[in-house]
């Protein structure tokens, strides 16, 4: 039988290609199909990409090709021989099902599907393109994905909200007890807003995929959204958007608040991971207690134990305390460069805002303490 497929890889750039679409793979899955990657050998590239039908990746690669085509194999057994061979070189030959691989003195021959059983991958159009560079959507969503629900009841809060209007991109992600928005300005080629949700799973997999340098060209029709990267734009990830209407965020920030501290935002992050130590599931929080300059933490559970701690601080009104989840401090204060953090408040039954000299707030709401 003839080679339906034939090339040498370097073991660095298959391991890097396998690496990049393995994750989107779902163990559980009851199609064989998706359990496998499919491999396009064109040119002097492999194209591997996986799909679990909501999420799909695309990842280009550099290789020998002596006879293009296309093929598709388990990827996690896949990645567990590219990992584990000696040698510098793999050469995979596709014959009838059966995909052999060679590297060193090392071979092996394993069972695949072919390319046809694979679900076709989504195309877009040109026009509707917004490029940006990439370390600023990897920041965007180091600043709000962690606050995204995770309560599946609630299936438009299980993404990131992504508007575009007015040469600005918006993100926004709450689970209701929490807020996380930034923004920053992008190049925009249509003039009308485009607002869609992003599931959570694609914003991991794009968190995993940014890099710190290049642009990311995205493009979103009705139903879907892509996020092309790399120089020759060699990682896509595709992605199912969220149907719904997101809540109108807007109502929950508060127009003003009473109070205004800044603090150093490493010694403030410190501090409350000490009171969470005292912390248990069933009271998990801190209270802040603002006095003459100066910010008492505490945390009390009576099966646990309790903690204070006293900050330094610029201070000069009244004294009041507010109560809150330490993680959802914790959260947005690990994810910020800057060095000083605004936090403002009016009462302990206010959210309370965080906010930065930059393009980003973050709303928490409190916890009442009896």
């Known amino acids: 039988m003839r080679a339906r497929m034939k090339l040498t890889i ?4 298959f391991i890097k290609g396998l690496q990049a679409v393995q994750n989107v793979v779902s163990t559980r899955t009851t199609l064989p199909i998706l359990a496998n990657v499919l491999l396009i050998a064109k040119g002097k590239q492999l194209c591997l990409t996986a799909t679990d039908l909501d999420v799909t990746i695309s990842k280009k690669v550099q290789a020998e090709v002596e006879k ?18 000696e040698g510098n070189k793999v050469e995979i030959e596709v014959i009838g099902n059966l995909c052999s691989l060679e590297s060193g003195s090392f ?3 394993v069972n695949g599907l072919p390319a046809e059983e694979f679900p076709p991958i989504p ?4 026009q509707n393109t917004i490029r940006m560079e990439q370390d600023k959507v990897k920041s965007m969503l180091r600043k709000t994905a962690y606050a995204v629900s995770l309560d599946e009841n609630r299936y438009v809060l299980n993404g990131l909200f992504l508007s575009f209007r007015e040469k600005k991109l918006t993100m926004v992600a709450t689970d209701g007890r929490r807020l996380a928005l930034a923004e920053e300005e992008v190049e925009q080629s249509q ?8 599931p959570t799973k694609a914003i991991q997999e794009l968190s995993r995929q940014l890099e710190e340098e290049g642009d990311m060209d995205i493009k979103i029709t009705e139903n879907q959204a892509s996020f092309s990267m790399g120089k020759e734009k060699e990682t896509v990830v595709v992605t199912k958007l969220v149907e719904g209407a997101y809540p109108n965020y807007k109502q929950v920030i508060p127009s003003e608040s009473k109070y205004r501290v800044t603090m150093d935002k490493e010694e403030l992050l410190h501090a409350v991971r000490r009171a969470e130590i005292m912390t248990s599931d069933k009271a998990n929080s801190v209270k802040m207690t603002f006095t003459e300059n100066t910010l008492k933490l505490t945390a009390n559970t009576p099966e646990v134990g309790e903690s204070q701690e006293t900050m330094a601080i610029n201070y000069s009104g009244e004294e009041t305390s507010i109560a809150f989840n330490p993680q959802y401090f914790i959260d947005p204060l690990k994810s910020l460069e800057e060095e000083e953090i605004n936090f403002e408040f009016t009462d302990q039954l206010s959210p309370g805002v965080i906010k930065v000299n930059k393009p980003f707030l ?7 303490t009896s």
């Open 191 to 198: 003039e009308s807003p485009i607002e869609v949700i992003v």
């Open 362 to 368: 973050y709303v928490i709401m409190p916890m009442r």
């Open 123 to 126: 195309e877009f159009k040109e």
């Open 68 to 85: 293009e085509g296309s093929f598709t194999i388990p990827v996690k057994k896949l990645h567990n021989i590219a990992r584990e061979v």
């Open 10 to 13: 370097s073991k660095e750039e």
């Open 107 to 109: 071979s092996t021959k």
